[in-house]
């Protein structure tokens, strides 16, 4: 049974720093592309950021390109996200999400693209 668990959420001031970290069982990670997406209350899921099987290829979306990166340790089955420079914009519930593949670079970012998702946590950023 697939398993995604985050953790690493909390409350942060506007300017400051989180990392999110994805906990992946019943699966081989190596073999899946992953994905962060966010929840705001009111607002459908986004896009975040996601990583290919191999971690070679990796995709923002443009409200957080240059401050937040995304990696994975595939030995490790997990992958994480560093949030830096973070704004109340941010805030929500962030999901990591993960999907088979077989090309090892593709990454999707769509949420329909995704098979797995974990519960979520939540990031709260105050100005």
């Known amino acids: 049974q697939v398993q995604l668990v985050e953790s690493g959420g909390g409350l942060v001031q506007a300017g400051g720093s989180l990392r999110l970290s994805c906990a992946a069982s019943?699966?081989?990670?190596?073999?899946?592309?992953m994905g962060w997406f966010r929840q705001a209350p009111g607002k459908e899921r986004e896009f975040v950021s996601g990583?290919?099987?191999?971690?070679?290829?990796?995709y923002y979306a443009d409200s957080v390109k240059g401050r937040f990166t995304i990696f994975r340790d595939n030995a490790e089955n997990t992958v994480s996200l560093q949030m830096n420079s973070l704004k109340p914009e941010d805030a929500a519930f962030y999901y990591c999400a993960a999907s088979f593949v077989v090309n090892y670079y593709t990454v999707y970012r769509q949420p329909n693209d995704y098979t797995y998702w974990g519960q979520g946590t939540q990031v709260t950023v105050s100005s």
């Open positions: 990583i290919s099987r191999s971690g070679t290829r990796t």
């Open positions: 019943g699966l081989t990670s190596s073999t899946y592309t």
